[in-house]
């Protein structure tokens, strides 16, 4: 089995889980924030539906440097609607996924480099990039979004598990 095939359902199951729960995000809730210091609720969930894209440029070129004037945009994205929001995320997943389903395994094994500015922020295997940038960043982000959603008293979807609001 490639390194790729034992990466693919769990990818899968996070997607999937992730929509569910962006699917809830209320649009009327976009701009709230638990703390002045913490992402407006639509962002949030708009970098969410980004991180996904990431999987992309992680096999298709050897380093990313967001400092660059030509990758300023890829770094944010502003929240319009929920409808929008699951778009983006679905298209967004559709190519990481076909990304990931190619890569041999010799690719995964390559260092790839994330820059800021021309320094360098990490340089890892693309294998555990993709863990730990896509995936556990997704995870991180997605669980900071259910206690916003709680906090707006949103019914939360199983994630792993029962929810308080989804039984069974």
């Known amino acids: 089995m490639s390194i790729a095939e034992t990466l693919l359902p769990e990818f899968d199951h996070e997607m999937a889980t992730t929509r569910r729960l962006l ?8 701009q709230w924030r638990p703390h002045p210091k913490s992402y407006a609720l639509g962002d949030l969930a ?8 990431w999987g992309r440029f992680v096999f298709e070129q050897p380093e990313l440097d967001l400092g660059a004037p030509a990758n300023a945009a890829l ?7 929920t409808a929008e929001l699951v778009n983006r995320l679905d298209a967004n997943v559709r190519e990481a996924r076909a990304a990931l389903a190619t ?3 010799e690719a995964m ?10 320094t360098t922020v990490f340089s890892l295997p693309r294998a555990a990039v993709f863990r730990a940038f896509i995936m556990s960043h997704m995870i991180h982000h997605r669980g900071q ?5 709680r906090l707006r008293d949103v019914a939360l979807p199983s994630i792993y598990g029962p929810t308080a609001d989804e039984r069974g």
Request: proline residues 7%; charged residues 25%.
């Open 145 to 149: 979004l259910s206690v916003y959603l």
């Open 103 to 105: 890569a041999p395994d």
């Open 23 to 30: 699917e809830r995000v209320p649009e009327a809730d976009a």
């Open 46 to 53: 708009a970098h969410i539906a980004r991180i996904p894209m």
């Open 109 to 118: 094994r390559t260092k790839w480099a994330l820059k800021n500015g021309g």
């Open 75 to 81: 770094a944010r994205a502003s929240f319009t609607t």
